[in-house]
């Protein structure tokens, strides 16, 4: 069965809410699978290590979750108006998918979580669609079809859904969150399928 990788970072929680919400668009498409994975955190101190299975939440991503993926969802909270460093440490690991060309032609969305409104979610998004380009991948945004856009005062824009979590990285998602990250999920789904056949 082919699968979506939904990969994602999150240390408080709410970048794992919009990955399931993602994961649930998926399931919504028949023929295609949700695989959720995430990346453990680095360290200041350099030999310290990880427990290789997380005490919560989805499994840790292999290279082979990522080179087998029909389709991906990359997820990360903002940092500085960045991806997070557990995600740029694993996507800075994939070189050997690189030169392979392994990921060549799949497509690939992004999605993201801020504490403030405009604290940089779009930049957020765009930076992390660089390492995909990168990697050859097709990237699927968001279009204004989906009206939520147009509605939200919260999160999700045209270049992936994102969720306003708040100073306390609490806020519970919004419908209009919940229903865009579950159309980038869907749409992903659709799109993978459709490559697959033209293949
Ligand atoms: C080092 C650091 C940098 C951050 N930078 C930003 C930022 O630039 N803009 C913003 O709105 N929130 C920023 N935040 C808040 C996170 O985006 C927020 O905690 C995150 O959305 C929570 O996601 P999670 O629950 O998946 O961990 C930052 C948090 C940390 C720890």
């Known amino acids: 069965m082919p699968y979506i990788l939904i990969l994602y970072y999150s240390r408080y929680g709410a970048t794992a809410e919009m990955a399931h919400q993602v994961a649930r668009g998926v399931e919504e498409v028949s023929g295609i699978e949700a695989r959720l994975r995430t990346v453990p955190t680095v360290s200041t101190v350099c030999e310290a290590v990880e427990d290789s299975i997380p005490k919560e939440g989805a499994p840790y991503a292999s290279l082979d979750d990522l080179?087998?993926?029909?389709?991906?969802?990359?997820?990360?909270?903002?940092?500085?108006?960045?991806?997070?460093?557990?995600?740029?440490?694993?996507?800075d690991g994939t070189s050997t998918l690189w030169m392979g060309g392994d990921l060549i032609g799949r497509p690939a969305g992004v999605f993201t979580t801020s504490s403030s409104l405009h604290g940089g979610q779009e930049a957020t998004l765009l930076s992390m669609?660089?390492?995909?380009?990168?990697?050859?991948?097709?990237?699927?945004?968001?279009p204004?079809?989906?009206?939520?856009?147009?509605?939200?005062?919260?999160?999700?824009?045209?270049?992936?859904?994102?969720?306003?979590?708040?100073p306390e990285s609490n806020l519970?998602?919004?419908?209009?969150?919940?229903?865009?990250?579950?159309?980038?999920?869907?749409?992903?789904a659709r799109t993978a399928l459709a490559l697959n056949r033209a293949r």
């Open 67 to 91: 080179r087998h993926c029909a389709g991906l969802a990359l997820g990360s909270p903002t940092r500085f108006g960045n991806m997070a460093a557990p995600m740029k440490y694993f996507l």
């Open 129 to 142: 669609m660089l390492p995909l380009l990168h990697q050859g991948m097709l990237l699927v945004g968001l």
């Open 144 to 166: 204004y079809s989906e009206t939520d856009l147009l509605r939200t005062s919260s999160g999700g824009t045209p270049y992936g859904p994102s969720h306003l979590a708040g």
């Open 172 to 188: 519970p998602q919004t419908e209009e969150e919940k229903r865009l990250c579950m159309a980038l999920g869907k749409r992903l």
